[in-house]
T-cell receptor
Framework: AQKITQTQPGMFVQEKEAVTLDCTYDTSDPSYGLFWYKQPSSGEMIFLIYQGSYDQQNATEGRYSLNFQKARKSANLVISASQLGDSAMYFCAMRERQGGSEKLVFGKGTKLTVNP | DVKVTQSSRYLVKRTGEKVFLECVQDMDHENMFWYRQDPGLGLRLIYFSYDVKMKEKGDIPEGYSVSREKKERFSLILESASTNQTSMYLC????????????FGDGTRLSIL
């Protein structure tokens, strides 16, 4: 069963508008963390924002915020005031314990296109 | 600033060759990771290491091995390259603190002919 689900293969948004990218997760571990990464067409993976399962408040980083709904097991990324440079693939990931460390499990991504 | 360097941006090899992909980080991170990325499949973990000479299999280790002789360097080895290993390979590193993000290199686009 998929542990991270991103149901939107592609999304379109007008420049300066806000957009929400969906992410749902599945875990039985009471302590977990969720990450969002951006991957432009050049290929590098850029860390955007992190939410820990015990964090009381939703994470925010500049124009990025996380709409964390623990009971629904969702961690949606909200990008406010979209810019042309926001066009990229966006990946949601959850950390999972394995052996002596923690690994990340990634969703399949959402391709965001910002239109002028 | 954080820096993860992968030895090649593009690489073309032939079926049956032994292929080495190198990754170096300059942040004294304990954990290092190798992923492959294919269209529609996202990132899949091949191997990771949480200490020098330590390694753990990820989700798709078949056909690969790794080496971590020094803390800053993590090598991915394709023992006998096959065409189904044509892919984008991404290396990442992270501090021991599990709440810290992984930092990625720019990736190596590997083609096996």
């Amino acid at each position: 069963a998929q542990k991270i689900t991103q149901t939107q293969p592609g999304m379109f948004v007008q420049e300066k508008e806000a957009v929400t990218l969906d992410c749902t997760y599945d875990t039985s571990d009471p302590s977990y963390g969720l990450f969002w990464y951006k991957q432009p067409s050049s290929g590098e993976m850029i860390f955007l924002i992190y939410q820990g399962s015990y964090d009381q408040q939703n994470a925010t980083e500049g124009r990025y915020s996380l709409n964390f709904q623990k009971a629904r097991k969702s961690a949606n990324l909200v990008i406010s005031a979209s810019q042309l440079g926001d066009s990229a693939m966006y990946f949601c990931a959850m950390r999972e314990r394995q052996g002596g460390s923690e690994k990340l499990v990634f969703g399949k991504g959402t391709k965001l296109t910002v239109n002028p | 600033d954080v820096k993860v360097t992968q030895s090649s941006r593009y690489l073309v090899k032939r079926t049956g060759e032994k292929v080495f992909l190198e990754c170096v980080q300059d942040m004294d991170h304990e954990n290092m990771f190798w992923y492959r990325q294919d269209p529609g499949l996202g990132l899949r973990l091949i191997y990771f290491s949480y200490d020098v000479k330590m390694k753990e299999k990820g989700d798709i280790p078949e056909g690969y091995s790794v080496s971590r002789e020094k803390k800053e360097r993590f090598s991915l080895i394709l023992e006998s390259a096959s065409t189904n290993q044509t892919s984008m390979y991404l290396c990442a590193s992270r501090l021991w603190d599990r709440d810290q993000p992984q930092h990625f290199g720019d990736g190596t686009r590997l083609s096996i002919l």
